[in-house]
Protein backbone atom coordinates (compact mmCIF):
# COMPACT_ATOMS: atom_id res chain seq x y z
CA UNK A 1 0.00 0.00 0.00
CA UNK A 2 1.66 3.51 -1.03
CA UNK A 3 1.58 5.85 1.50
CA UNK A 4 3.14 9.22 1.76
CA UNK A 5 6.61 9.83 3.42
CA UNK A 6 6.04 13.37 4.56
CA UNK A 7 4.09 14.40 7.93
CA UNK A 8 2.94 17.76 6.99
CA UNK A 9 0.66 18.40 4.59
CA UNK A 10 1.33 20.63 1.52
CA UNK A 11 -1.04 23.13 1.44
CA UNK A 12 -1.64 25.66 -1.64
CA UNK A 13 -3.15 28.84 -0.62
CA UNK A 14 -4.10 29.63 -4.11
CA UNK A 15 -5.71 28.09 -6.94
CA UNK A 16 -3.14 25.68 -9.29
CA UNK A 17 -2.09 26.31 -12.19
CA UNK A 18 0.15 23.88 -14.29
CA UNK A 19 2.18 26.27 -16.96
CA UNK A 20 2.44 24.32 -20.04
CA UNK A 21 -0.11 21.75 -18.93
CA UNK A 22 -2.37 21.65 -21.67
CA UNK A 23 -1.79 20.53 -24.90
CA UNK A 24 -4.31 20.96 -27.43
CA UNK A 25 -2.90 19.04 -31.04
CA UNK A 26 -4.26 17.74 -34.38
CA UNK A 27 -2.42 14.17 -34.71
CA UNK A 28 -1.92 12.54 -37.80
CA UNK A 29 0.17 9.79 -36.47
CA UNK A 30 0.98 7.67 -33.44
CA UNK A 31 1.38 10.32 -30.20
CA UNK A 32 4.30 9.37 -28.08
CA UNK A 33 4.04 11.03 -24.88
CA UNK A 34 7.24 11.90 -23.06
CA UNK A 35 8.10 13.07 -19.52
CA UNK A 36 8.18 17.16 -20.99
CA UNK A 37 4.99 16.42 -22.44
CA UNK A 38 1.52 18.21 -20.61
CA UNK A 39 -0.31 15.74 -18.40
CA UNK A 40 -3.65 17.05 -20.04
CA UNK A 41 -4.08 16.22 -24.04
CA UNK A 42 -6.48 17.42 -25.51
CA UNK A 43 -5.82 15.39 -29.08
CA UNK A 44 -7.64 15.87 -32.71
CA UNK A 45 -7.61 12.55 -34.74
CA UNK A 46 -9.10 13.51 -38.12
CA UNK A 47 -6.77 11.09 -40.16
CA UNK A 48 -9.80 8.39 -41.09
CA UNK A 49 -8.32 5.87 -38.71
CA UNK A 50 -7.14 5.23 -35.27
CA UNK A 51 -4.46 6.34 -33.75
CA UNK A 52 -2.45 5.44 -30.81
CA UNK A 53 -1.48 7.58 -28.11
CA UNK A 54 1.59 5.59 -26.23
CA UNK A 55 2.23 6.61 -23.02
CA UNK A 56 5.38 7.34 -21.08
CA UNK A 57 6.91 3.90 -19.25
CA UNK A 58 5.58 3.77 -15.65
CA UNK A 59 6.50 6.11 -12.84
CA UNK A 60 5.16 6.48 -8.99
CA UNK A 61 2.28 9.49 -9.36
CA UNK A 62 2.71 9.98 -13.22
CA UNK A 63 -1.00 10.77 -14.41
CA UNK A 64 -2.66 12.00 -17.48
CA UNK A 65 -5.66 13.32 -18.60
CA UNK A 66 -6.72 12.77 -22.70
CA UNK A 67 -9.74 13.67 -24.76
CA UNK A 68 -10.58 12.73 -28.42
CA UNK A 69 -11.50 16.04 -29.93
CA UNK A 70 -11.69 14.72 -33.48
CA UNK A 71 -13.53 11.71 -35.38
CA UNK A 72 -11.20 8.64 -35.15
CA UNK A 73 -10.58 6.70 -32.25
CA UNK A 74 -7.53 7.28 -30.38
CA UNK A 75 -6.14 4.54 -28.53
CA UNK A 76 -4.31 4.84 -25.03
CA UNK A 77 -1.68 2.15 -24.77
CA UNK A 78 1.33 1.21 -22.76
CA UNK A 79 4.89 2.48 -24.16
CA UNK A 80 5.58 -0.79 -25.67
CA UNK A 81 2.18 -1.13 -27.10
CA UNK A 82 1.30 -4.43 -25.20
CA UNK A 83 -1.84 -2.92 -23.24
CA UNK A 84 -4.33 -0.88 -24.39
CA UNK A 85 -5.75 1.18 -21.37
CA UNK A 86 -8.70 2.81 -23.05
CA UNK A 87 -10.34 3.38 -26.33
CA UNK A 88 -11.91 6.72 -26.95
CA UNK A 89 -14.25 7.85 -29.59
CA UNK A 90 -15.31 11.46 -29.92
CA UNK A 91 -15.66 13.28 -27.21
CA UNK A 92 -14.68 10.82 -24.75
CA UNK A 93 -11.88 11.06 -22.05
CA UNK A 94 -9.78 9.14 -19.34
CA UNK A 95 -7.41 9.61 -16.95
CA UNK A 96 -4.84 7.17 -16.28
CA UNK A 97 -2.26 7.01 -13.37
CA UNK A 98 0.84 4.86 -12.28
CA UNK A 99 2.01 3.23 -9.00
CA UNK A 100 5.06 3.17 -10.65
CA UNK A 101 4.71 -0.54 -11.85
CA UNK A 102 1.87 -0.11 -14.44
CA UNK A 103 -0.66 2.38 -15.12
CA UNK A 104 -4.14 2.35 -14.52
CA UNK A 105 -7.62 3.55 -16.19
CA UNK A 106 -9.36 5.87 -13.34
CA UNK A 107 -11.79 6.87 -15.41
CA UNK A 108 -13.43 6.63 -18.80
CA UNK A 109 -16.36 8.90 -19.95
Not at 57 to 64: N, V
Not at 72 to 82: A, G, K, L, P
Given at each position: ?49 A ?38 T ?20
Open positions: MAQYNGKSKFVLPRGLQLKNGVNVETITQIKILSDLDSQIQVLTNDSGSLDVKLTPPKDGAFYFIRSAGANEIHVRDFETVKTYAVLANQGCMVASDGADFYLVIKA
